[in-house]
């Protein structure tokens, strides 16, 4: 067997509570974004582009969605007789009476998986980030140094890195150094390096960590496996990346991110990266070009294969098959696969969730909100009543029942609809 | 599910289809890119594929290569599995044949090993040339319910277009009761789609009569007419041959106008996703500030800061600031440089127009090409694959711009006047 040197863990088990209704019915790797991709295309685009072919995904929750977007891994061109993905779903056997109960759980659960490929080493990745990585560059560091454990960081604003794992990295290289301190999610952080949840461990040490951590009662590669190793005093390094990090954990941040795609210069070069994603889900291959109609007008957007615009969009983000009919008038707004928009509809900082119609006249959002939340979120199979104004920062749970919408035909700022 | 018995489809994909001048340089007709993302043949093989069918032979002959890989394993059309297939037939040497098909009774008779390999009960025989929607489960049902010998697919065309196909004249039961091969004098209106079904016995000893019988349309079918049971199957639709320029710009068009009758999606038309370096693998089109788009097609993998107005654009088409792209079909990962002006034109893959260029300059459309009077003649101008057009160049109308094309010339006064080629 030609034995991959580098074996990859991909963590996609989470649902992440604050996307709310995005993840009610699939993880938040599964999550669309960018206009025709998931958020675990990120991941797996990067470990195409890094030559790393032996690749586990460790999923969870509702976990169908992934499954299916996955297929047979071949939109990364993962098959082949020293290539794959394997979804490795929880289980119970005779010694694992439990679900997978944290990362590092998931990981140790799958000791024979690894133990199997034998490689030199193992990547451990989130698979709920927006970024462009090289991991070659990193598990060469990580060799150079003969490091047990090279986790990577990128510099965040003192205000945010209370929210990550941060670190105190040793200025010994250009690109990393020894890890001086690590807390997760501290209250005063000492640094400002922000984990990025890429974990590059030597196999022997994971092990061994792994297994003296199910002694405790949390199983955390942050919170519990690093200030182990810290503690412990292995061989733990800070690697030092610098380029776009994005993401996506509150709806805000979703937004947020995803404007990144936009503009003539954008933060989020789909096309640079090399972004892959499986054109067989939801038959994405078989839609036919953007159908931009007489009246249609798309003004800093963006719009995959499918859509028929003969409406005004403005600065939005329009997956396969949504439908912006002619006087409606989308802005600032995301719209996954075929949302449909009738007449008169006004959406402004929305993320719709799949197959929502707007009925006409639909008002969501306004051109000016106020703080806190300002973006409103739809879930997925909603049609939402002929003339009903949802205000700014609102959230409607997926699938509404026609006769549970408020029959004022408004929600207002900031309110949830169950 | 299909309600017709076992089938095998014939699709007769080998013509030049010289008519398309440099766009079948390096590729035969049935591979011509069209409607962004497909491939004219796309049309033909998801029509087999809707109608329940699941055993194709393609008849190639010309230029086959970018046909053989559009084709692949058939997998887009889902013509892979235990008991589904689809086989890429060229020609042969036999022992006493000479190699190329004489016509399209020809064509079928040397591929007999392979119909009799595959047991049917049916052959239904396709071109791969034609832009349509068609059911040939309900043909193949129609066909046994007239217990029929020969069915052939029909639908009225106008008078003047008749000399170019075969014309029937039909009883009160569809049976085709005469029959002119692209007749002079028109008696009827009713054209042969080039689509029939016959019964595998009966076409095996038809074919096997006379060796000169070559084709369809001039030998056979008239023979059988008076021998045979041979009936119409009436075709209500929408349906081009994309022989010529002007049809096949004018059948791209139609698919941005309103009520035209095309609609590939709706149609259930299927592209290969996978073929030539994967060109569905496109992150979305992006619609810059300053730019316009109306009237058109944009595929994924565009980029649009200039104004583009009905025109069809294949994947990764950038049109940059300032540039103007109207009435326009373009295929892949062409470049129109700012300010440049792209009007009345078909170009493409990898066409480079240079800033400020103009294709298309002149009201003067009527100015027939000098060497093909007969290709271009509407004001349709065409670039041939990877033809650098450098800045500020300057191409009328009816021109043809060769593959590779890439002096420095045409700029300042220096025009390639209307009709003229480079």
Known sequence: ?418 | MRESGDALVLLLAGGIGSRLNLLVGHRAKPAVPFGGIYRIIDFSLSNVMNSGLTKVGVLTQYKPLSLMSHIGDGAAWDFTGRTRGIKILPPRTGEQDSDWYKGTADAIRQNIDFILANPSEQVVVLSGDHIYRMDFDAMLSYHQHKRADITIGMMVVPKRDIHQFGSGIIDNDNRVVDWEEKPKVPRTNLASMGIYVFDTAYLLRTLARDRKEADFGMDIIPRAINEDRVYAYPFYGYWRDVGTIQSYWETNMDIIRENSGISPEDWEIRPNPEYGGRPMDRAPARFLDGGKVASSLISAGCVIEGTVINSVLSPGVRVKKGAVVTNAVIFDDAVIGENAVVDLAILDKRVQVGAGAVVGIGDNLTFANKDFPKHLYTGISLIGKEAKIFANARIGRNCIVNFGYSDDSFSGQDVLADGQSA
């Not at chain 1, 929750?61 to 992934?66: C, G, N």
């Open chain 1, 1 to 418: 067997m030609l034995r991959p040197s580098t074996l990859a863990m991909i963590l996609a088990g989470g649902r992440v509570d604050e996307l709310g209704v995005l993840t009610h019915y699939r993880p938040k790797s599964a999550v669309p974004f960018g206009g025709f991709a998931r958020v675990i295309d990120f991941p797996l685009s990067n470990l195409l582009h890094s030559g790393i072919e032996r690749i586990a995904i460790l999923s969870q929750y509702r976990s169908y969605s992934l499954i299916n977007h996955i297929g047979t891994g071949a939109a990364w061109d993962m098959i082949g007789r020293n290539r794959g993905i394997s979804i490795l779903p929880p289980f119970k056997d005779y010694d694992n009476p439990h679900w997978y109960r944290g990362s590092a759980d998931a990981v140790f659960q799958n000791l024979d998986y690894i133990q199997y490929y034998g490689p030199s080493q193992i990547l451990v990745l989130s698979g709920d980030h927006i970024y462009q990585m090289d991991y070659r560059k990193m598990i060469r560091y990580h060799n150079e140094h003969n490091a047990d454990l090279t986790a990577a960081f990128v510099e965040v604003p003192a205000e945010s890195a209370s929210r990550f794992g941060v670190a105190e990295i040793a200025d010994d290289f250009d690109d990393g150094g020894r890890m001086l301190s690590y807390e997760e999610k501290p209250v005063n952080p000492k640094g400002r390096w922000a984990s990025l949840t890429v974990f590059c461990f030597r196999p022997s040490v994971l092990f061994e960590v792994l297994k003296k951590n199910q002694q405790g009662n949390s199983y955390e590669f942050g919170r519990d496996i690093i200030p182990m190793m810290m503690r412990e005093r292995f061989n733990v390094h800070g690697y030092k990346f610098r380029g776009y990090w994005g993401y996506t954990r509150t709806i805000d941040e979703y937004w947020q991110t995803s404007m990144d795609l936009l503009g003539p210069d954008p933060k989020i070069d789909l096309e640079a990266w090399g972004i892959r994603t499986n054109l067989a889900h939801r038959n994405i291959a078989d839609r036919q070009p953007v159908k931009i109609g007489t009246h249609g007008s798309l003004e800093n957007s963006m719009a995959y294969n499918g859509c028929i615009i003969d409406g005004t969009v403005r600065n939005s983000i329009l997956f396969p098959g949504v439908r912006v009919m002619a006087g409606a008038e989308v802005n600032d707004s995301i719209l996954f696969f075929d949302n449909t928009v009738h007449q008169g509809v006004r959406l402004n900082r929305v993320v719709s969730d799949v197959n929502t119609v707007f009925n006409d006249n639909v008002r969501v959002g306004a051109p000016q909100c106020e703080k806190p939340s300002r973006v409103s979120v739809i879930g997925w199979n909603n049609s939402v009543p002929e003339g009903f104004h949802i205000g700014c920062g609102c959230r409607v749970a997926p699938r509404i029942d026609a006769a549970k919408w408020p029959k004022n035909n408004a929600l207002p700022d900031g309110e949830e609809l169950q």
